[in-house]
Structure formats: structure tokens, C-alpha cells
């Protein structure tokens, strides 16, 4: 074969089982058009004998389960397009059953301890129920998630590779991005009416980094951070630990000083132990003149931002 | 050339160095900046989750001070950028929910008329005076300095990205005459939004890139976003503390690298107000080299 009708794939191999450490197995491909990266595993399976560990059911971009690295990038194998040289590995966040095939049961068991189904408490008032498309916009986007995780793979706000979120205390590590789409799909239903404030704080939204690399990877595009975790975070903001407060307290400082102060809200997310904690570090700012000891703004940027918060109010 | 200059909260508190090169660069090259004074915040990612409509008005009213002005913007942070690029966005587009935006901000004593556009520092010095005409100003060519790029994740993804912006961010350093060494992956992230919230989890965030900028042997880290900087240089010490290793990598603004480029004298850029000593790359042995015109030190901002 020469090397413009070949792919070359170096493939993740490890079985906790009997394996010290992993290791990368090279397979030559013959290259065909349109060739998915599936397509590749199947061959070295079916003509090189790699005995590979993967896992797809539809091949048609639907099951969410042959989620996998490529060259560093998580996809899923039966979409992305083959490349003449490719790394093939698991995804990340996840411990690996064998070579491809990760576990992804911590986050689908975070998934069910959130509740994703709809709370009704009030009787149905008719049937059909009288509402409309429009009431269900805001979740619309989210119901073509396939539950495939690929974003939780990457996201790094989850623990690590010791295998998704773990609790302790009662509250878990951040869940993942994969978790809170199933949540978002029911909670900013309308006709939902469960209180999920509580729950979410012990899921760690607030530990979301913002970072949109969920928005990025999502094989099926959904708007992960804009149209599912902000909107949860402004629920778990309510929450009674308080523990997700931030974003209110945010909203408060700007209310109050316009720009942000961010030594006041320094303190009031952290309290006073944890400034005393960061001491050296706060001492270190005032010496190279990073602070600010008081904001001032205008009497007239105050009444024009508190003006825009009273008409913003829902 | 003039705009109106939105430098944002961070710059004008904790990295006010990055408001000093800025303006020292801006007169370098002939921009004029006129700062929206009393702009205040753009919400950064927090107001957006408890009051999107809030957040899309606090930005309204950012494009609105311009806009009275006949003004694009010019901004120094990827977050703020994202954010009044996402509502400029939306307030061009014919919808309800632009509609409903326009009749709050009525009631709020806001008449919006406009949207000016809004570009980060980089993109305008690219976009308006381009390579060629840039050139002539590196008089002293950082040749040999290894610089780790650190686009904000706000800058390329997400609602109010501007494609193209990490490539924006490699020339501009390349044309500085150093070296891109390509530390920072997809995955990556400084953590900023949560070092209030889990200083320890953001610690970790940060200490992924600032240890493999060891290893890669980058002489600094540049960043187009203050609060990268933020997490980056004045958290570094946290970061080395949960890595249980001292990294001590310096963290520039890219203003302040393209204004070492350009002959800044290093104080009148504030290199001395960053948490992390920069005194390496100030007397980088390359840089020491080259000749300094010492009449353009009078470009600086007084400290």
C-alpha cells in the first residue's frame, strides 16, 4: 500500500486484567472514501485478528456508545471521518474496562440519582395538555442529546481519570456536562415541579469552569453551557446549603459597585478564614499595587446600572 | 484611528498593568483610545446565569455609551469581548427576545439605537494595520523567547466567539519575533470562573498547562484575557502548592509582549506589578542584545 491509499492507526491497548500499563498496537488500513474511524476498528479486528475491545450498537450517530479519542479529540468512532494517522484512544474521566470500552457508570449513576423525569405533583388539568411549543423551547435543544458522555470525557471540571464524580459528605465532585443536559431536559420543563435547587448544589454546578470545551465536542451540537448548566446554575443559586450562591453575590457586587470589587467578593464567597488563608498572597497584590480599596463609581453610572437591574427583574 | 476603549473590570483592578501597556501601545501605533468610563461590568459568566435577560442589558448598555459616541470598541479580554459580541449579536437579530431586550432598556432610561462593533485589541491591530505595517514597529525583535500562548476558552468557542482568534494570538507573537511553543491544548482551561468558588479545583485547572509549559521549556506564558492572567500569575502559587512543585512561569499580556517588541521600557508596562517575577523575560539575553531607542520610553503611562 502506499501511503495516500493507507490509513496508519496506532490503538490504545490495555486490559486492567492481565496488563502492567498500556500499550499501542499499529494496524495498517487500506483507505476507502468516506472511511469512519469505526470502519477502521472493525478492519483491524476482522483482517489484522486485533483481539480490540470497542463498543457501538446503530453506527448511525444515535446509540452515544462508541465514544472515543482521536489524535486527542473525543468523537464517536462511527461519525469521524477516518484520518491518514491516527492515536486511538478511550475517553478521558473514565476508568477502562479494555482497550476502547470505558465505564461510564459513575456518570450514568449520577445521571438517575438526579432524577431526569418529570415531577408532576397537580393533576393533569386536561388531556392533551394545553401547552405549546413555545413553552417547551427552552428544552428543545437538549432533547438531541444521544447520552454519549463524550462531553463529560473532556471536561475539566470532573475529577480525573480515577472514573467520574465521586461523593463525599453527601455532596458529589461536579458531574459533568452529559449529567446536566439529562437533568436540564426535565427541571426547565414547564411542567416540572420538583424543587431541584438542593440536588444540583450537591451535584457541584457551581464548579461548571465555563469553559464551553463540552459545547465544543458535542457530536450533535447541542449549546451544553448556554441552554443547560447556566440556567441550572441560576436554580442551584436559590439552593438552601447556599453553597451555589455565587452567581447571586456576583450580581450583588455589580449591583453595588458597578465594576466588580473583587476583594469584597473575595471575601464574601470565601469568608474570612479563607482571606486569612491567602494572606500572603493578598499582601503580595497590595505591594505590587493589584487592588482596589474602594471602587468609585459615578452617582450616575450607580442610578443607570440599578435602573437596568429593577427592569431586568422577571 | 480611534475607539472607544472597554478595558473591563480586571484591568482596572487586579492587572492594571495590562490597562498601562495597553495605552502605551495604542499611542505607539496611533490609535486613539477614548475609555467608556463608568462602563461597568459586562456580567462575566455569572449574571448570565441567574438573569440572562440582565446580562444581555448590562452589555446593551456597554455598546450603547459607544454607539452615542459613533465608536467601535476595542476590548482587552476574551470575557468581555465574548460577552458584548454575544449581545451584539443578539441585539441584530429580529426576535422577541431582542424586542423584549429593547423595551426593558427603554424602561431602564436606555435608548438604544445601534450596535457598534466590538473587536479585541489583537484582532484590530491585525484587522487595521495588518503584518506589514506592524513590522517596522519591532525595533527590538524578542528573538529566542519561547512564549506559551494562552487564548481565553471565551475567545473560540461558545456564543461570542471570535473564529480565528488563537491564530490571531500566535502571529501577533511571532510577529514579536519570538517563538510559539504550542502548549495549550483543547482541554485546557485556567479555571478563573471557580477560583472563587473551589480555589482548589481551579488550582488543579491551572497547574495542568503551567506544568507541561516546563516541560515544553516556554520562557513565559502571553494571554489576551486579564483573567487568565489572572488565575495564571497571581494563583500560581496555589497551582504549585496542589502540584506539590514550583513552576514559576512568567505571564504576560499580549499588549505587554507586543510593547517589549515595539522598545516599552519594562517598568512603564507594568512587567514589574506581576505576581511572578518577569525579570527573565525583561533580560532575556536576546532581548538585552538589541537596541532600545530611549525616546520611546516617554510613551509610558506614569506608575
Not at chain 1, 126 to 154: G, K, Q, W
Not at chain 1, 214 to 225: F, M, N, R, T
Not at chain 2, 222 to 231: D, G
Request: aromatic share 6%; glycine share 8%; proline share 7%.
Amino acid at each position: 500500500m502506499d501511503a495516500a491509499s493507507r490509513i496508519s492507526a496506532r490503538i490504545f491497548r490495555f486490559d486492567p486484567a492481565s496488563d502492567a500499563e498500556p500499550r499501542y498496537e499499529a494496524v495498517e488500513v487500506p483507505h476507502q472514501p468516506h472511511m469512519r474511524v469505526l470502519d477502521v476498528l472493525d478492519y483491524a479486528v476482522e483482517e489484522c485478528g486485533v483481539g480490540l475491545g470497542y463498543r457501538y450498537f446503530c453506527g448511525v450517530k444515535r446509540c452515544g456508545m462508541c465514544g472515543v479519542n482521536v489524535n486527542g479529540k473525543p468523537v464517536l468512532a462511527c461519525w469521524e471521518e477516518a484520518t491518514p494517522d491516527m492515536v486511538i484512544e478511550p475517553l478521558g474521566n473514565m476508568p477502562v474496562i479494555r482497550d476502547l470500552t470505558v465505564d461510564r457508570s459513575a456518570f450514568e449513576r449520577a445521571t438517575i440519582d438526579l432524577e431526569p423525569r418529570l415531577v408532576r405533583k397537580a393533576p393533569y388539568a386536561s388531556f392533551p395538555e394545553p401547552y405549546t411549543h413555545r413553552d417547551v423551547a427552552a428544552t428543545f435543544p437538549l432533547m438531541n442529546c444521544i447520552e454519549c458522555y463524550v462531553c463529560s470525557s473532556t471536561c475539566p471540571a470532573v475529577s480525573g481519570p480515577a472514573g467520574g464524580p465521586r461523593t463525599a459528605g453527601g455532596r458529589r465532585d461536579f458531574v459533568g456536562p452529559g449529567t446536566l443536559v439529562q437533568i436540564a431536559k426535565v427541571a426547565l420543563h414547564p411542567k416540572d415541579e420538583l424543587d431541584r435547587s438542593a440536588m444540583l448544589e450537591q451535584a457541584s454546578i457551581d464548579h461548571c469552569m465555563s469553559c464551553y470545551r463540552c459545547e465544543q465536542v458535542c457530536p450533535v451540537g447541542i449549546p451544553i453551557v448556554s441552554h443547560a448548566i447556566m440556567p441550572l446554575r441560576g436554580v442551584a443559586a436559590k439552593g438552601p446549603a447556599g453553597i451555589a450562591r455565587f452567581p447571586l453575590e456576583f450580581a450583588e457586587n455589580v449591583r453595588t459597585h458597578v465594576d466588580i470589587h473583587s476583594g469584597s467578593l473575595f471575601v464574601k464567597a470565601g469568608g474570612w478564614l479563607r482571606a486569612l488563608a491567602s494572606l500572603p498572597m493578598l499582601l503580595g497584590m497590595l505591594v505590587r499595587g493589584k487592588t482596589r480599596m474602594r471602587a468609585r463609581p459615578s452617582a450616575r453610572a450607580r442610578r443607570e446600572v440599578e435602573a437596568l437591574f429593577e427592569a431586568a427583574e422577571p | 484611528m480611534r475607539f472607544a476603549y472597554y478595558p473591563g473590570c480586571t484591568a482596572k483592578g487586579s492587572t492594571r498593568e495590562a490597562d498601562l501597556a495597553t495605552k502605551w501601545l495604542a499611542r505607539r501605533v496611533g490609535i486613539d483610545l477614548v475609555e467608556l468610563v463608568d462602563a461597568g461590568c459586562c456580567g462575566s459568566c455569572e449574571i448570565k446565569a441567574v438573569n440572562p435577560t440582565l446580562h444581555f442589558m448590562l452589555n446593551a448598555r456597554i455598546l450603547t455609551m459607544a454607539a452615542d459616541q459613533d465608536l467601535e470598541i476595542l476590548t482587552i479580554c476574551d470575557t468581555c469581548q465574548a460577552n458584548l459580541l454575544h449581545t451584539s449579536r443578539r441585539m441584530q437579530e429580529e426576535s422577541d427576545a431582542k424586542r423584549s431586550l429593547l423595551e426593558r432598556l427603554k424602561t431602564a432610561g436606555v435608548a438604544y439605537r445601534s450596535t457598534p462593533r466590538v473587536r479585541h485589541v489583537a484582532s484590530i491591530l491585525m484587522d487595521e494595520l495588518g503584518e506589514t505595517e506592524l513590522h517596522p514597529y519591532v525595533v527590538r525583535p524578542l528573538a529566542g523567547l519561547r512564549v506559551a500562548p494562552f487564548a481565553c476558552c471565551h475567545s473560540f468557542r461558545g456564543p461570542g466567539a471570535s473564529p480565528g482568534s488563537r491564530e490571531l494570538l500566535a502571529e501577533l507573537v511571532t510577529l514579536s519575533g519570538a517563538t510559539v511553543v504550542p502548549v495549550r491544548i483543547d482541554s485546557d482551561c485556567c479555571g478563573f470562573h471557580i477560583l472563587m468558588t473551589n480555589e482548589t479545583l481551579a488550582a488543579r485547572a491551572s497547574a495542568k498547562f503551567l506544568a507541561r509549559c516546563v516541560e515544553m521549556q516556554a520562557d513565559c506564558i502571553v494571554t489576551t484575557s486579564p483573567l487568565c492572567h489572572t488565575a495564571l500569575d497571581i494563583f500560581q502559587k496555589k497551582a504549585e502548592g496542589v502540584a506539590g512543585r514550583p513552576f514559576r512561569v512568567p505571564v504576560l499580556h499580549l499588549e505587554q509582549l507586543l510593547a517589549l517588541a515595539f522598545g516599552a521600557q519594562p517598568d512603564v508596562i507594568g512587567l514589574g506589578r506581576h505576581m511572578v517575577s518577569t525579570v527573565s523575560v525583561a533580560r532575556h539575553p536576546r532581548m538585552a542584545a538589541r537596541n532600545t531607542d530611549p525616546g520611546l520610553v516617554s510613551y509610558g503611562e506614569p506608575r
